[in-house]
């Protein structure tokens, strides 16, 4: 399964995962909870300001930020089409925040080790009855999932630009389809076998 995992190491490459993830879960909710376009615009530039300090390591990372970013003007078109253009800012602004922190906690933390935190995580949960690696295996397989998504949607817009000179676009969704339940049903063959042992 392709990664966006960077081997270029960056000080957020030394942050422990369970710290990372405990300070972008907050500073992510914190997007939601303020409502100030201001306040928004300040996070904004500070989540955009922690993104560029990684450097190198956010090249694999370039098209789905600048997917994100069209998104988001997107958004603040729609809602000043519907003449709610603060509305429309600060979704935005909320969105391209809460995506920049998760793009970075993706490209300097390994699968493992969110695993390992998530499965620290639920542990208690075990006094009742609950099986909590298969929930934190749960967990990791989506937050996985989610990123060879945009792995592989990269790799066929390449291919696709390489072949014709444009972008995929919708032509691509087809294919991608067809490669992510490929991979769906290898990944649950593999772990059909691993836990019926």
Do not use: N
Not at 153 to 160: G, T, Y
């Amino acid at each position: 399964m392709g990664s966006l995992y960077s081997d270029h190491i960056t000080w957020l490459h030394r942050v422990p995962a369970a710290f990372k993830l405990f300070c972008f879960a907050v500073l992510g909710t914190a997007q939601f909870l303020m409502g100030s376009p201001t306040a928004l615009v300040l996070s904004a530039l500070a989540c955009s300001l922690l993104f560029v300090s990684l450097g190198r390591a956010i090249y694999p990372a370039r098209k789905l930020v600048l997917s994100i970013v069209l998104a988001s003007l997107l958004i603040v078109a729609f809602h000043a089409f519907m003449q709610q253009p603060s509305l429309g800012v600060v979704s935005a602004l909320r969105l391209l925040s809460a995506s920049l922190l998760g793009i970075a906690l993706t490209l300097t933390t390994r699968s493992r080790d969110l695993l390992d935190v998530f499965e620290r995580l639920l542990s208690p949960l075990q006094r009742l009855g609950i099986r909590t690696e298969r929930l934190a295996l749960q967990l990791a397989m989506m937050l996985r999932f989610t990123e060879h998504f945009f792995v592989v949607w990269k790799r066929l817009d390449d291919a696709h630009r390489i072949r014709t000179g444009k972008a995929g676009g919708l032509r691509i969704l087809a294919p991608l389809t067809i490669q992510m339940l490929v991979c769906a049903r290898r990944a649950a063959d593999t772990l059909e076998l691993r836990l019926g042992e």
